[in-house]
């Protein structure tokens, strides 16, 4: 073990590369690995677009994170020349009889009230004034929504590879197709083990993803369970209709079906829309997933779209299978591991995580290389499960 590194990165989907490029920007020795070749269709971090806004109704401390992220996503998006973030609106559509609830309840109220709190412009609207704007939303009277033109979605893959590719050219040493088996934490540093060698490094983040509870303890592991998510791509009647300079991101708290619906725009020369609802029935592991997506699953989020949204066809064009790893309050943790304050764990998930993850590889770097982060990370921790 000859190199000694100041930081060493497991995992570099969204939240580890984000670090990665962090960490060499601030001139550290960086290394990272990944089991597979990121961008990858393995884990969390694929399917062409994640929703982003920056009011966030899941948490107060978030908004400021997702403020961040957009000036980090513009400033990659500037040194990469890659399209990253499109702020084509975002609009959510709840009611007081809202049968579905994103991730956590008064999710509509929390995002208003986020807005008037950090000054995020937005409009409410009405179901009338809804139905106006985008004729192809069916929504309710009695139906009101939230309107954020600075919201809009994230390119996950673009972003992955554009976080690596800048973290490469900043130094960081990335191994890919080389996993993490372990890592052996004293006073001194961490070894990290991989089917390839072992490593010596002052500190560790890891930023597992799904694959996170495999290298927890089973008291640890316990606290984050792995849900399956399908996303699909409908036709629409008329792409142009759809595209993002006419039809938003959006959330729909539906009335009539526990599950919500969220979708986004045709991306540019596309006759299909993303659309997805969340299901959190049965526990999964990445290894025992089904990767298949069946035509009964695409029924059910077709049955959702076509009651509630105009103009769309009844050919799927495509399907994908992705995982969320949830916390039991649908949160985040990012902070130093019980056992060693040298190891960080990153585990934002929870189908929220990745319009964070700029701002969240920042705090990242920060926490490894001894800097104050620009946040507050105490609603992060570990020691809010104890309570
Ligand atoms: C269907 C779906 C929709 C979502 N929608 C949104 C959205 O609209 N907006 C939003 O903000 N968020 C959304 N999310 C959540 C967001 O995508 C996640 O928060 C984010 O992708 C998590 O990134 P990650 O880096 O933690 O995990 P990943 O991107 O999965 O990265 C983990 C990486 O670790 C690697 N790895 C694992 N184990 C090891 C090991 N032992 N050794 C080396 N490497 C290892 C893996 O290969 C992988 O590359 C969604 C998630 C899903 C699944």
Redesign the pocket.
């Known amino acids: 073990m000859a190199v000694k590194y100041d930081v060493a990165v ?7 590369s984000a670090a990665a490029r962090q960490l060499a920007m601030r001139g550290a020795k960086v290394v990272a ?4 070749e ?1 961008p ?1 269709a ?4 694929h ?1 062409a677009t ?3 806004r920056l009011a966030i109704g899941e948490g107060d401390h978030l908004t400021p994170l997702a403020v961040r992220s957009h000036e980090l996503w513009r400033e990659l998006g500037a040194e990469s020349g890659a399209a990253l973030l499109n702020e084509c609106g975002l609009l959510i559509v709840s009611s007081d009889a809202n049968a579905a609830q994103t991730h956590v309840s008064g999710f509509f109220d929390n995002t208003v009230a986020a807005a008037g709190r950090f000054g995020i412009a937005h409009e409410l609207l009405d179901a009338a004034q809804i139905r106006a704007r985008w004729p192809m939303f069916r929504v309710r009277d009695g139906e009101h929504g939230y309107f954020e033109n600075t919201g809009g979605f994230v390119r ?1 893959e673009a972003c992955v590879r554009a976080q690596l590719e800048s973290a490469r050219r900043h130094g960081a040493e990335l191994r890919t197709n ?4 372990g890592f052996d934490a004293g006073t001194h540093g961490v070894t990290v083990t991989t089917g390839k060698g072992s490593y010596a490094t002052e500190r560790l983040i890891v ?5 996170l509870p ?2 927890l303890p089973p008291s640890l592991a316990a606290l984050f369970k792995i849900y399956r ?1 399908i ?1 699909v791509w409908l036709e629409v009647e008329d792409a142009a209709a759809f595209a993002p300079q006419r039809f938003p991101v959006f959330i729909w708290e539906l009335q009539n079906s526990t599950r919500g619906i ?1 979708g986004f725009p045709a991306l540019a020369g596309e006759h299909a829309i993303k659309l ?1 609802s969340e299901e959190f029935l049965s526990v999964t592991t990445p290894a025992a997933m089904d990767r298949d997506v069946h035509v009964e699953e695409i029924a059910a989020v077709q049955a959702l779209a076509t009651a509630n949204i105009g103009g769309i066809g009844a050919r799927c064009v495509r399907g994908a299978a ?4 949830v916390t039991r309050d649908f949160g985040f943790v990012i902070d130093r591991h019980p056992d060693s304050e040298r190891v960080i764990i ?4 929870s ?7 700029p701002a969240i590889g920042e705090a990242l770097a920060d926490m490894a290389v001894g800097r104050a982060p620009r946040f507050n990370l105490a609603p992060f921790a570990f020691a809010r499960f104890a309570r």
């Open positions: 497991a995992g570099l989907g969204a939240m580890g690995f990944d089991r597979f990121p990858h393995l884990g969390s971090s399917g994640r929703v982003t996950p080389e996993r993490v088996l930023a597992a993803g799904p694959w495999e290298l998510q996303q969220y997805a992705c995982l969320y790893t990153a585990s934002p998930c189908g929220h995580g990745f319009k964070h993850s």
